[in-house]
């Protein structure tokens, strides 16, 4: 399936009838399907080739190298973590992945140490920086369509639970793969949005309202969006937090993708927006504290790993 895309040359950064355009526009793919393909929204090509060479050589790096830069706690959410460490699906075999974290790096104090190097760390924080900034262009257009002012979301979003991920999913021969286990277990994100960038490698796969799993057809140049739980209780249900997963790569072509997890800032009360409700449509969802519900959902994927540590 190849989902909707929607281009941000338009966009005009004060409220105009293309803005209006925009707003429609996503709001009709993440309706339907919880996903939309965005292209033109800020995001360098020429930084983001950096960033998925960068992550490569991380990952080409020896298991003892990356081990030293090693995952901590979900609290902070900081680090790498090696294949078969994560349970994206809690109730399923460990994901067929590794990857490394960076959460609210343009602000948290993280030792030098745990970096695996300076330019590492320069290029991730730059990354990083654009994609908030980015997103602010996507926040502003659903602010203004869902009738709030439209800095309602980048206030709630100053990067305190914003985190940028490498991801990076190995060949694994079909004899080694247990019954049930995935790339990435079967799940919905939690947050606002993901924005999802990959390198051509397909795999990814959602769930449709038919709880029929439909593949995802790689989308070139543009970049996955994808509404997140707590989005999902803004909007009252209308716009799905989507189950999805990412099945074992087969091949011998390794697959790298980069996901940057738009989540609230901690104290941030998600309640449902006004214009999201009415006779037909009455509240669903009660107000919740957006850090209590992250964290909840954060330790949950990694109970089963640090609970050995």
């Known amino acids: 399936m190849k989902i909707p895309e929607v281009s941000f040359k338009s966009y005009s950064h004060v409220k105009s009838s293309s803005n209006n355009e925009l707003g429609l526009k996503i709001n009709n793919a993440l309706t339907k399907h919880g996903f939309v393909a965005l292209s033109d929204f800020g995001i360098s090509t020429e930084l983001l080739r950096e960033v998925f060479a960068a992550s490569k050589a991380f990952f080409n790096l020896s298991e003892d190298e990356k081990r030293k830069y090693a995952y901590v706690s979900a609290d902070e959410n900081f680090g790498y973590q090696r294949v078969g460490t994560e349970h994206l699906d809690p109730g399923k075999p460990a994901d067929l992945k590794e990857t490394f974290t960076m959460r609210n790096i343009l602000n948290a104090e993280i030792e030098t140490d745990r970096w695996p190097s300076l330019s590492f760390k320069k290029l991730m924080k730059k990354f990083f920086l654009e994609g908030l900034e980015s997103s602010h262009k996507i926040q502003r257009v659903l602010a203004n369509f869902l009738e709030v002012d439209e800095n309602f979301f980048i206030r709630a979003h100053s990067g305190e639970n914003v985190a940028l991920r490498l991801l990076h999913y190995p060949p694994v021969a079909e004899k ?95 309640d449902v927006i006004e214009s999201c409700t009415n006779e037909q449509r009455p509240k669903r969802f009660a107000p919740i504290r957006a850090g209590d519900y992250i964290q909840k959902r954060l330790t949950a994927s990694h109970k089963k790993t640090l609970s050995k540590t």
Not at 188 to 199: A, H, I, V
Not at 211 to 240: A, F, H, K
Request: glycine letters at 10%; proline letters at 4%; hydrophobic letters at 30%.
């Open 176 to 270: 080694e793969i247990s019954k049930g286990q995935l790339g990435a277990g079967e799940h919905s994100d939690y947050g606002m949005f993901t924005l999802l960038f990959q390198d051509g490698v397909e795999g990814l796969e959602i769930r449709d309202r038919e709880e029929t799993w439909i593949p995802i057809e790689s989308c070139g140049s543009s970049t996955i969006l994808n509404s997140g739980d707590l989005l999902e209780r803004w909007t009252n249900g209308i716009y799905p937090s989507t189950l999805h997963r990412v099945k074992p790569v087969s091949g011998k072509k390794d697959r790298y993708s980069i996901a940057l997890f738009l989540d609230p800032d901690t104290e941030t009360l998600v």
